[in-house]
């Protein structure tokens, strides 16, 4: 069975600029959520999605969304690029609310 | 929201000794899950343990959720164990909430 995949693995952008990274869940995950790691603030909870709805959203701001496709993919964006969104963004797929979350090998986004 | 403490921040130990993680939080959660990241970045899920011992080859996991608290024991350490070890959590409303880790180095 295959993981979580995430593409691309590195971004670089310019402030101001947005950004869209895709994830695609192992076979029969219905829930997809979404991370940011920096060196400051540690793991951080984005969204979670499960049946194409927006199930829970973390304390990120308005720039920061997300959507799932009906085949379960699911690419956040990012919008009005500023230098404090650098970070490695994770995702993650499960069966379900309760279960264990797989996560993708995350993309690096450096923003200059 | 809910607070999620891991400790200790920092072990460095020698090839073969084993180590016990602590991972205390402040609510009553429906779910918790152990990772390691390994140094290449990946996240890799260890255990889903709400409560009650679970073990797998030399790791095993212990949930006390009436006290709040679990433990990761690590026996037998490989240099391939290095790493950093995250316990998170769900409770309430709330995604999955993370601790800051504990940074794993296992010397030779």
């Known amino acids: 069975k295959a993981g979580v995949t995430q593409t691309p693995r590195y971004l670089i952008k310019t402030r101001g600029q947005q950004v869209t990274l895709s994830c695609s869940p192992i076979s029969g995950h219905r829930s997809v959520s979404w991370y940011q790691q920096t060196p400051g603030q540690g793991l951080q909870f984005?969204?979670?999605?499960?049946?194409?709805?927006?199930?829970?959203?973390?304390?990120?701001?308005?720039?920061?969304?997300?959507?799932?496709?009906?085949?379960?993919?699911?690419?956040?964006?990012?919008?009005?690029?500023?230098?404090?969104?650098?970070?490695?963004?994770?995702?993650?797929?499960?069966?379900?609310?309760?279960?264990?979350?797989?996560f993708g090998n995350g993309t690096r986004l450096t923003v200059t | 929201g809910i607070q999620v403490e891991q400790s200790p921040p920092d072990l460095?130990?020698?090839?073969?000794a084993n180590s016990t993680l602590r991972c205390n939080f402040s609510d009553s959660v429906n779910n918790l899950q152990w990772f390691h990241q390994n140094p290449w970045g990946q996240l890799i899920n260890l255990f889903y343990i709400p409560s009650g011992t679970k073990q797998n080859g030399r790791l095993s996991a212990t949930t006390v959720a009436t006290e709040r608290y679990s433990l990761l024991y690590i026996s037998s350490s490989q240099?391939?164990?290095?790493?950093?070890?995250?316990?998170?959590?769900?409770?309430?409303?709330?995604?999955?909430?993370?601790?800051?880790?504990?940074?794993?180095?296992?010397?030779?």
Not at chain 1, 65 to 90: H, I, K, P
Not at chain 2, 85 to 106: E, P, Q, R, S
């Open chain 2, 79 to 108: 240099t391939t164990d290095s790493g950093v070890y995250f316990c998170a959590v769900v409770g309430g409303a709330d995604g999955l909430t993370f601790g800051k880790g504990t940074h794993l180095i296992i010397q030779p």
């Open chain 2, 12 to 16: 460095i130990l020698q090839e073969g």
């Open chain 1, 46 to 102: 984005l969204f979670e999605y499960f049946s194409e709805t927006q199930r829970n959203k973390g304390n990120f701001p308005g720039r920061f969304s997300g959507r799932q496709f009906s085949n379960s993919r699911s690419e956040m964006n990012v919008s009005t690029l500023e230098l404090g969104d650098s970070a490695l963004y994770l995702c993650a797929s499960s069966l379900g609310i309760n279960s264990p979350l797989h």
